[in-house]
Nanobody, 127 residues
Framework: VQLQASGGGLVQAGCSLRLSCAAS????????SGWFRQAPGKEREFVAA????????DVADSVKGRFTISRDNAKNTVFLQMNSLKPEDTAVYHC?????????????????????WGQGTEVTVSS
């Protein structure tokens, strides 16, 4: 599967953005998905993940209550809705996918578990 992330940009603190990750190739409903981010000078970190069905989700504590992950398998797309953005959310955001057909509820926050990665979309939040 190939992943294409989009939706990043420059916004002021307190604003919202919605990132999209469009998949092509095999049916996206076969893949658990996740979002990770990498700020300048820092390691890549977990942001959010959801199962291939969308039934199970998880978000990092740093974004809990502000970010929501969802998916539309009919459109082969995963979304990351980001509200109340803060300057510390500034980073390049990457989507990832892992094929996992054994369960509709599986997801993971471990980036080493993911097999496919998008190229990233940059988010800059000004204070």
């Amino acid at each position: 599967v190939q992943l294409q992330a989009s939706g990043g940009g420059l916004v002021q603190a307190g604003c919202s953005l919605r990132l999209s990750c469009a998949a092509s190739g095999r049916p996206f409903s076969l893949y658990a998905s996740g979002w990770f981010r990498q700020a300048p000078g820092k390691e890549r970190e977990f942001v959010a993940a959801l199962s291939r069905s969308g039934f199970s989700t998880d978000v990092a504590d740093s974004v809990k209550g502000r970010f929501t992950i969802s998916r539309d398998n009919a459109k082969n797309t995963v979304f990351l809705q980001m509200n109340s953005l803060k300057p510390e959310d500034t980073a390049v955001y990457h989507c990832a996918a892992k094929e996992y057909v054994r369960s509709s509820y599986y997801y993971t926050d471990n980036q080493t578990e993911y097999d496919y990665w998008g190229q990233g979309t940059e988010v800059t939040v000004s204070s």
